[in-house]
C-alpha cells in the first residue's frame, strides 16, 4: 500500500527565511501529489498539484514544489516566508484514479516567528 | 467560491451515543469521501461514495460507521455507538466529476467521546 512520509513535524523560522518541507511516499506506479495547507480555525485548503508535465510546479501565495520521481519526493518550498504562512502543511498522494482517495502524510506544524 | 460545509464544528458525546456528523459537499460535485484525523495522526481516509452508494471504504470504516446522502444535499456519517477511540477531527469532501482529481475540503468537525 502507498503510504506518505514528512518528516518535519514542527518548523519554525523567522520571516524572510526560506523554507523547504519534506514529502516522500512509497509507490512504485504513476501518482498526483498535492500539498495542502490548513490555517488555524480554517479547512483544507489545496496549494498546489502535480500531475504530469513540468515537475516543478507553482502554487498559490508563492509556493512551489518540486517532484523527483528517482527520489519519490515532492518538496514544498518558499523562498522567503511570512507570518502569515503559519499553518499546518499536508503532503497526500493519489494513486488509484478510478476511486480518487487520497493518502495523507502526517502533516507538518510551521510556525513563522514575526 | 462555493465550498464544503460542516456541522456541527465541534460535538463532545458519551462512549456508546450514536452521533451524526453532516456534510453539504459543493452543488455539483458527484463524489463524497470522510476522512478523519485523530490528533498528532495523519488525515486518513475513510470512505467514498459516489451514485449513492459506496465505493471504498478503509478497514477503519467497520459496522459501527454508515454514510447517508439523505436529500440530495447533505452527506453524513453516523457512528452507531462510538468509542473513545472515535475522538478525532473528521474531514467531509468532495469531487466534481471523474477526472477532476482535487478533493474540495470542509472545516472538519470535532468529535470528543468521553
Known amino acids: 500500500a502507498q503510504s506518505v512520509s514528512q518528516h518535519n513535524h514542527h518548523v519554525i523560522l523567522s520571516e524572510a527565511a526560506s523554507l523547504e518541507l519534506g514529502c516522500n511516499y512509497s509507490y512504485g506506479g504513476t501518482v498526483n501529489l498535492f500539498w495542502y495547507v490548513q490555517y488555524p480555525g480554517q479547512h483544507l485548503q489545496l496549494l498546489l498539484k502535480?500531475?504530469?508535465?513540468?515537475?516543478l510546479v507553482k502554487g498559490i501565495k508563492g509556493f512551489e514544489a518540486e517532484f523527483i520521481k528517482s527520489k519519490f519526493s515532492f518538496n514544498l518550498r518558499k523562498p522567503s516566508v511570512q507570518w502569515s504562512d503559519t499553518a499546518e502543511y499536508f503532503c497526500?498522494?493519489?494513486?488509484?484514479?478510478?476511486?480518487?482517495?487520497?493518502?495523507f502524510g502526517t502533516g507538518t506544524r510551521l510556525t513563522i516567528i514575526p | 467560491e462555493p465550498e464544503v460545509t460542516q456541522t456541527p464544528s465541534h460535538q463532545v458525546t458519551q462512549m456508546g451515543q450514536e452521533v451524526i456528523l453532516r456534510c453539504v459537499p459543493i452543488?455539483?460535485?458527484?463524489?463524497f469521501y470522510w476522512y478523519r484525523q485523530i490528533l498528532g495522526q495523519k488525515v486518513e481516509f475513510l470512505v467514498s461514495f459516489y451514485n449513492n452508494e459506496i465505493s471504498e471504504k478503509s478497514e477503519i470504516f467497520d459496522d459501527q460507521f454508515s454514510v447517508e446522502r439523505p436529500d440530495g444535499s447533505n452527506f453524513t456519517l453516523k457512528i452507531r455507538s462510538t468509542k473513545l477511540e472515535d475522538s478525532a477531527m473528521y474531514f467531509c469532501a468532495s469531487r466534481r466529476a471523474q477526472g477532476a482529481r482535487e478533493q474540495y475540503f470542509g472545516p472538519g468537525t470535532r468529535l470528543t467521546v468521553t
Open positions: 502535480y500531475f504530469s508535465g513540468d515537475p
Open positions: 497526500a498522494v493519489l494513486t488509484n484514479f478510478g476511486n480518487e482517495k487520497l493518502t
Open positions: 452543488s455539483n460535485h458527484l463524489y
